[in-house]
Nanobody
Framework: EVQLVESGGGLVQAGGSLRLSCAAS????????IGWFRQAPGKEREAISA????????YYADSVKGRFTISADNHKNTVYLQMNSLKPEDTAVYYC???????????????????????WGQGTQVTVSS
């Protein structure tokens, strides 16, 4: 089973930037689909970005499009989420989750079709002050 560990969260002022990391261990980082999700208090979990290794496809929710960028370093078994122009409404616990060891459909379709994911990280808190 693949273990995922997020890092990089913290407190930042509005307009600032953070880079989240999702490090995978326990399996070779070949075929994978990894998504970033967030959940704010009292709100439902939201899928905000995803990347699929087999075709390099990415997905961004409208709420983060143009501000967040997902990328992967396969040598480091790590997926990143660069978050720029942060807003107070981005405040949430951010999680990564993914499927490993098999080819997945393109990122947006993978998110639509998946009922759950093979592995989840423990989450990292992002707080954006106004």
């Amino acid at each position: 089973e693949v273990q995922l560990v997020e890092s990089g969260g913290g407190l930042v002022q509005a307009g600032g930037s953070l880079r989240l990391s999702c490090a995978a261990s326990g399996s070779t980082f070949n075929d994978y689909a990894i998504g970033w999700f967030r959940q704010a208090p009292g709100k439902e979990r939201e899928a905000i970005s995803a990347i699929v290794s087999s075709d390099g496809s990415t997905y961004y929710a409208d709420s983060v499009k143009g501000r967040f960028t997902i990328s992967a370093d396969n040598h480091k078994n790590t997926v990143y989420l660069q978050m720029n122009s942060l807003k107070p409404e981005d405040t949430a616990v951010y999680y990564c989750a993914g499927d490993f060891g098999r080819k997945s459909p393109p990122a947006s379709l993978w998110l639509q079709l998946s009922l759950d994911y093979e592995s989840w990280g423990q989450g990292t808190q992002v707080t954006v002050s106004s």
